[in-house]
T-cell receptor, first 113, second 112 residues
Framework: NAGVTQTPKFQVLKTGQSMTLQCAQD?????MSWYRQDPGMGLRLIHY???????DQGEVPNGYNVSRSTTEDFPLRLLSAAPSQTSVYFC????????????FGDGTRLSIL | AQTVTQSQPEMSVQEAETVTLSCTYD???????LFWYKQPPSRQMILVIR??????QNATENRFSVNFQKAAKSFSLKISDSQLGDAAMYFC?????????FGAGTRLTVKP
């Protein structure tokens, strides 16, 4: 039962470096999303996708790019990392239907120096 | 846009007692869903309970139940017979369309 798999679990970057956080799910879910979690602020939606080839912005999209070429994968790209992007990142997926619960990955702790 | 507010940054409860975590939300959508998630130190996000806004009956999952007051836009979580394993951060969340918003969380401590 893999569920939602995120890699890496931890990463340290220097300001200006680029990085791709990987997310894969094996539940054939159409909806996938990325969140960031900062202390005292809960989770905030960065980008989401309702299916292969379709992506849209969430609450805090600036500085991040996404693409969805397959149902299974939804990578998150930081093109030029900034210290403000230091956070814990969660990927989630769910089946269609708004009452369906999201399944979360274990998170990636990203530190940008 | 939706907003979710959890006014209790920290709560504590004695083992076997009952505790209620508060959550208020604001949305202009008529069709929305509410959730409580638990995040233990392992960082996993675990669904505790969910409520469809169109349902008047409060959701219940074993020791966990909600008090959903739609007019007041309130969605509190009651944990009965608290166990040591209930210690965690608890997040309230609201979802309408593809937009999901989380509260800032409540850290629950369970005292033996």
């Amino acid at each position: 039962n893999a569920g939602v798999t995120q890699t890496p679990k931890f990463q340290v970057l220097k300001t200006g470096q680029s990085m791709t956080l990987q997310c894969a799910q094996d539940m054939n879910h159409e909806y996938m999303s990325w969140y960031r979690q900062d202390p005292g602020m809960g989770l905030r939606l960065i980008h989401y996708s309702v299916g292969a080839g379709i992506t849209d912005q969430g609450e805090v999209p600036n500085g991040y790019n996404v693409s969805r070429s397959t149902t299974e994968d939804f990578p998150l790209r930081l093109l030029s990392a900034a210290p403000s992007q230091t956070s814990v990142y969660f990927c989630a997926s769910r089946s269609t239907g708004y009452n369906q619960p999201q399944h979360f990955g274990d998170g990636t702790r990203l530190s940008i120096l | 846009a939706q907003t979710v507010t959890q006014s209790q940054p920290e709560m504590s409860v004695q083992e076997a007692e009952t505790v209620t975590l508060s959550c208020t939300y604001d949305t202009s959508e008529s069709d929305y869903y509410l959730f409580w998630y638990k995040q233990p130190p392992s960082r996993q996000m675990i669904l505790v309970i969910r409520q469809e806004a169109y349902k008047q009956q409060n959701a219940t999952e074993n020791r966990f139940s909600v008090n959903f007051q739609k007019a007041a836009k309130s969605f509190s979580l009651k944990i009965s017979d608290s166990q040591l394993g209930d210690a965690a951060m608890y997040f309230c969340a609201s979802r309408a369309d593809n937009d999901m918003r989380f509260g800032a969380g409540t850290r629950l401590t369970v005292k033996p």
